[in-house]
Nanobody
């Protein structure tokens, strides 16, 4: 099973930017969609972004659309998440997820989770 390691979290002022990265191990990385989720204290984990196995399609909820950009490099086995115009409500632990799929109402993962990286946005 693929192993995922996130990096790039930190403390940033509102309006600033951060770039998260997810490094994946495993030969099957390029065969499934990848995603990012986040979980704020006291809240459920929520979907942030997904990208198809080829990188040709991306998906975002309205809360981050136009501010976040997901990409992938199937040679380096990485999935970056560029986050711009950050808001205090973006504060959360961000998780990378493998083999994500949309079931008609929500995004789920059928693969591994990373350990998470903390993003804190202050005003």
């Amino acid at each position: 099973q693929v192993q995922l390691v996130e990096s790039g979290g930190g403390l940033v002022q509102a309006g600033g930017s951060l770039r998260l990265s997810c490094a994946a191990s495993g030969r099957t990385f390029g065969t499934y969609a990848m995603g990012w989720f986040r979980q704020a204290p006291g809240k459920e984990r929520e979907f942030v972004a997904a990208i198809s196995w080829s990188g040709g399609s991306t998906y975002y909820p309205d809360s981050v659309k136009g501010r976040f950009t997901i990409s992938r490099d199937n040679y380096k086995n990485t999935v970056p998440l560029q986050m711009n115009s950050l808001k205090p409500e973006d504060t959360a632990v961000y998780y990378c997820a493998a083999d994500v799929r949309y079931d008609g109402s929500k995004w789920l993962t059928y693969g591994s989770w990373g350990q998470g990286t903390q993003v804190t946005v202050y005003s």
